[in-house]
């Protein structure tokens, strides 16, 4: 990939509270090693720059976040960042701008994936993988392109599904607590 594109198919936590579906993609803004101050709405801790996109797609008007690995911080702010952008040297930051909805491609799928409890796409539109190990379901998952969908049953039974509660908003059951089952999509980046 030429360009660094973050796509996240995020469920915000309040999804599975009957919230809203949240889908945002991100652009590399090849203005880097900066800590930008400019419009700033918040800084916080961060892990990586997944966690800064999911912070920032959280916040209606986050236009753009930087994460910076040396101090494993989050900055998000109300505007697009510009070369004239006010800020101070961060060696290694990198700051990403919201584009909009749009597809993953398959080869950006990760291994990783974001947990729902108690969540769940019904009718299931995937297959039965069988009964297995959480971490198994993950990885059997991660090793398709077309799975970015698991649903975890507490009896083992792992579903992978080729599509998400995005793709399909009328299956899309948040409050599913009467049978334990956990919703696990992958991250796109």
């Known amino acids: 990939m030429t360009e660094e594109v973050?796509?996240?198919?995020?469920?915000?936590?309040?999804?599975?509270?009957?919230?809203q579906i949240v889908h945002t993609s991100w652009r590399n803004t090849g203005l880097n090693d900066v800590a930008f101050t400019s419009n700033l709405l918040f800084t916080s801790a961060g892990r990586s720059r997944v966690d800064c996109?999911?912070?920032?797609?959280?916040?209606q008007n986050?236009?753009?976040?930087?994460?910076?690995?040396?101090?494993?911080?989050?900055?998000g702010h109300s505007s697009f960042m510009t070369s004239a952008a006010i800020g101070s040297p961060d060696p290694g930051s990198r700051t990403?701008?919201?584009?909009?909805?749009?597809?993953?491609d398959p080869g950006d799928l990760q291994s990783t994936f974001l947990r729902y409890p108690q969540c769940r796409i019904y009718p299931h539109s995937g297959s039965n993988?069988?009964?297995?190990s959480a971490e198994a379901c993950h990885a059997n998952c991660a090793s398709k392109s077309w799975?970015?969908?698991?649903?975890?049953?507490?009896?083992?039974?792992?579903i992978q599904?080729?599509?998400?509660?995005?793709?399909?908003?009328?299956?899309w059951d948040p409050n599913f607590n009467w049978d334990p089952t956990d919703f696990y999509q992958r991250t796109c980046v």
């Open 161 to 171: 599904e080729p599509q998400t509660a995005l793709d399909l908003p009328n299956n």
């Open 147 to 158: 799975c970015v969908v698991i649903e975890y049953h507490n009896l083992q039974r792992c």
């Open 53 to 59: 996109s999911h912070q920032c797609a959280r916040i």
């Open 96 to 104: 990403f701008q919201r584009l909009g909805e749009s597809e993953c």
């Open 6 to 19: 973050i796509t996240l198919f995020l469920l915000a936590i309040s999804m599975c509270e009957g919230g």
């Open 62 to 75: 986050c236009a753009t976040f930087t994460f910076s690995p040396q101090s494993s911080t989050c900055r």
């Open 129 to 132: 993988a069988g009964y297995m």
